[in-house]
């Protein structure tokens, strides 16, 4: 009943600058929190960023002045603006969000991940 779609990565130098984008698609209710992750092989994913609806955001401290998240409500849709990339930040970006959504006459809430969008920056 949801979908989530990542868009936006691809491959810069290092110093350069992307813009992901995280849509939500589908019986939307309302979307609560949304969170960036990024994995590379052979390692665990790892929060980067989050979002709440109220727009409170948090960071992990390796991309602390780098990164910004933030989101537009009216098209259910959050960003991940990342400026002065470094090789390290290579990986997949995969976004997450607690969604409520409308089953039949029913509200139900979930959490559902997108696909993931790969980053590769280039020394």
């Known amino acids: 009943q949801v979908q989530l779609v990542e868009s936006g990565g691809g491959l810069v130098q290092a110093g350069g600058s992307l813009r992901l984008s995280c849509a939500a698609s589908?019986?939307?209710?309302?979307?609560?929190?949304v969170g960036w992750y990024r994995q590379v092989p052979g390692k665990q994913r790892e929060f980067v960023a989050a979002i709440t609806s109220g727009g409170t955001t948090n960071y992990a401290d390796f991309v602390k002045g780098r990164f910004t998240i933030s989101r537009d409500h009216a098209k259910n849709t959050v960003y991940l603006s990342m400026n002065s990339l470094k090789p390290e930040d290579t990986a997949v970006y995969y976004c997450?969000?607690?969604?409520?959504?409308?089953?039949?006459?029913?509200?139900?809430?979930?959490?559902?991940w997108g696909q993931g969008t790969q980053v590769t920056v280039s020394s």
């Open positions: 997450k969000a607690e969604v409520q959504y409308y089953t039949g006459s029913y509200v139900t809430s979930g959490d559902y």
């Open positions: 589908g019986s939307i209710f309302s979307i609560n929190i």
